[in-house]
């Protein structure tokens, strides 16, 4: 056993930060980056300017920086753990490519808007989280502006996303009553002050015990009977911390903070380190893998094409699932038989891009992909021939047919659409019995249309026309043997396939999946496909 290895892998935590727009997903990034050391000054996430940027813009930006891989994961230290956050862009990019992300990670921290609750971005990713079964944590933010009622908040959690919540702290007041947080293991008070730093806002922490009479005075009478009410009611009424149901992501650790004022953040970084797991075995065709017994491996779970005209290349983003990797060393791709170097493997560190030669189990790292790798795809130690489960594809939401005008240049209009396709940027769909008569495309963020029409047209040279179509949603049908002519319809539903056959309906509403659920008795649907 080489000790060093078993080091690196057992310090490492890789996760996801998932959360509606707005939430405030960046600046807890950010935070998290200046207290691993990583960065010295707030506002230097590269993420946050990208991340809100109109779609014309997006283009310039896309074609000047050539490949991004600014948005894919970062790495930082902290007290002797190598942390890993993959981003989960929003926003407009908001595309398939963000619940592949959370593919790759082994937890997830989910930031709610203390003033809003759970929001429809939230409740997506969530579902995806809850699919791989993975640790999720919740850190409720803006504790610093007016916020719901807590206890409200966590009857949401548990109501909509259908997950146990079990709260690690607690707040005294919110909004311009801020006074601070609960700690309800060591019963201790860590008091919140707003300070203006340099510019940017910070808060100052002082820890007293919940009868320190200076306490009791600095925040008045009333909120110290509701928080002696709180800690009662709450060891009476919440579910204990369990930390099995945390591993299986059935109970949700809950922490109150703020991520503007830095309030919060390192209890919060401290008890999510204690509470997670370094890189867990993940299951292959030859059962699991175990990320320090086995050497390296890992599998392709987004792949980036290159926006610039000259250079065709795409980036193939690896989480690594065992061993080391060596960059000097061949590796294995099984899909394709090969063995070969990876080209220029890279990470990102705080907002730098770097090239590296080794990386460890949990890491994230972005190869030179010259059109071989798939999503989905494994790459191991050569002699090694197992192949990591797949990468499902999920339901997109915006339907547009897409139509070439200019007929004579069919072949090209086909190439192009397949390729984009099988880098999995778009989905395309056909009429279920009209072989070829239309192209269907389905994403999951509407942007990724605007990318299909400029890639067509300057990748390829095919001018396309997108024709928007009413449908939002879309069920594979679980039962892939079954002949959708013989299943009853709503009239404003569709039967397609996908590109590999697979049978599938397009409804305009939810009351239309429901009708023909009614209408056909036995049949079952699925919101992603592992076909
Ligand atoms: P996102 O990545 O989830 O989209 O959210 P982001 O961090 O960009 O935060 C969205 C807005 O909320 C930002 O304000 C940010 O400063 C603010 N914010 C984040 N956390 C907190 C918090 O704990 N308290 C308060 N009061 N505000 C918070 P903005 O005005 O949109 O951007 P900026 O001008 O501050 O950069």
């Known amino acids: 056993m080489d000790e060093n290895l078993k080091k690196e892998i057992e310090n490492r935590r890789t996760f996801a930060i998932i959360s509606h727009p707005d939430a405030g997903k960046t600046t807890l990034t950010e935070k998290f980056l200046l207290y691993g050391g990583a960065i010295n000054t707030a506002g230097s996430v590269k993420g946050k300017a990208n991340s809100k940027y109109a779609v014309s813009d997006w283009m310039g930006i896309e074609k000047e920086r050539g490949i991004s891989v600014t948005s894919s994961a970062l790495q930082f230290n902290y007290e002797g753990y190598c942390i890993n956050i993959l981003d989960t862009p929003g926003h407009q990019d908001f595309s398939e490519d963000t619940y592949r992300t959370l593919m790759a990670a082994d937890s997830a921290v989910m930031v709610i808007d203390a003033s809003k609750g759970v929001e429809a971005q939230t409740i997506k990713l969530f579902k995806v989280c809850v699919m791989r079964h993975i640790p999720i944590f919740t850190f409720i933010n803006k504790m610093d502006l007016e916020a719901r009622d807590p206890y409200e908040l966590l009857e949401e959690i548990e109501n909509v996303l259908g997950i146990k919540t079990c709260p690690i702290n607690w707040p005294i007041g919110s909004g311009k009553r801020f006074k601070g947080v609960y700690d309800r293991d060591t019963k201790k008070i860590s008091m919140f002050k707003a300070v203006s730093v340099g510019g940017s806002k910070s808060a100052a922490e002082t820890t007293y015990e919940l009868d320190n009479e200076n306490f009791k005075a600095e925040i008045g009478d009333e909120l110290y009977d509701q928080l002696v009410d709180d800690?009662?009611?709450?060891?009476?009424?919440?579910?204990?911390?369990?930390?099995?149901?945390?591993?299986?992501?059935?109970?949700?650790?809950?922490?109150?903070?703020?991520?503007?004022?830095?309030?919060?953040?390192?209890?919060?970084?401290?008890?999510?380190?204690?509470?997670?797991?370094?890189?867990?075995?993940?299951?292959?065709?030859?059962?699991?893998?175990?990320?320090?017994?086995?050497?390296?491996?890992?599998?392709?779970?987004?792949?980036?094409?290159?926006?610039?005209?000259?250079?065709?290349?795409?980036?193939?983003?690896?989480?690594?699932?065992?061993?080391?990797?060596?960059?000097s060393k061949d590796v294995y791709h099984v899909q394709s038989g090969k063995k070969m170097k990876l080209s220029r493997p890279q990470q990102i560190m705080?907002?730098?891009?770097?090239?590296?030669?080794?990386?460890?189990?949990?890491?994230?790292?972005?190869?030179?992909?010259?059109?071989?790798?798939?999503?989905?795809?494994?790459?191991?130690?050569p002699g090694k021939k197992f192949v990591y489960e797949g990468i499902p594809t999920f339901a997109p939401e915006h339907f547009c047919r897409l139509v070439a005008l200019d007929s004579m240049k069919r072949k090209q209009f086909m190439k192009g659409v397949t390729q984009i396709a099988q880098e999995g940027a778009i989905q395309i769909f056909q009429d279920y019995n009209l072989e070829m008569s239309e192209i269907i495309v389905g994403v999951v963020g509407t942007l990724q249309f605007d990318v299909l029409k400029y890639r067509m047209e300057n990748e390829y040279g095919c001018d396309v026309r997108l024709e928007p179509l009413p449908y939002g949603h879309i069920r594979w049908v679980k039962?892939?043997?079954?002949?959708?002519?013989?299943?009853?319809?709503?009239?404003?539903a569709k039967r397609v396939k996908d590109m590999k056959g697979n049978p599938l309906v397009l409804f305009t509403n939810q009351w239309s999946i429901k009708l023909l659920l009614e209408r056909n008795e036995g049949i079952e649907f699925e919101e992603f496909s592992r076909n």
Do not use: W
């Open 231 to 327: 800690t009662e009611l709450l060891d009476g009424a919440s579910e204990p911390f369990d930390q099995e149901l945390v591993d299986k992501g059935e109970l949700s650790p809950v922490f109150f903070g703020s991520a503007l004022t830095t309030f919060g953040i390192e209890t919060f970084l401290e008890h999510f380190l204690r509470m997670t797991e370094s890189p867990l075995p993940r299951m292959s065709d030859q059962g699991l893998i175990d990320p320090i017994e086995e050497p390296f491996s890992g599998f392709v779970f987004k792949i980036q094409a290159n926006m610039n005209k000259a250079h065709h290349d795409r980036i193939a983003f690896l989480r690594v699932c065992s061993g080391k990797f060596d960059a």
């Open 350 to 381: 705080a907002q730098d891009r770097k090239v590296i030669d080794e990386a460890y189990a949990g890491d994230v790292i972005g190869v030179f992909d010259p059109g071989i790798f798939s999503i989905g795809d494994t790459i191991c130690t």
């Open 479 to 492: 039962d892939t043997t079954i002949d959708l002519n013989n299943v009853k319809c709503p009239s404003d």
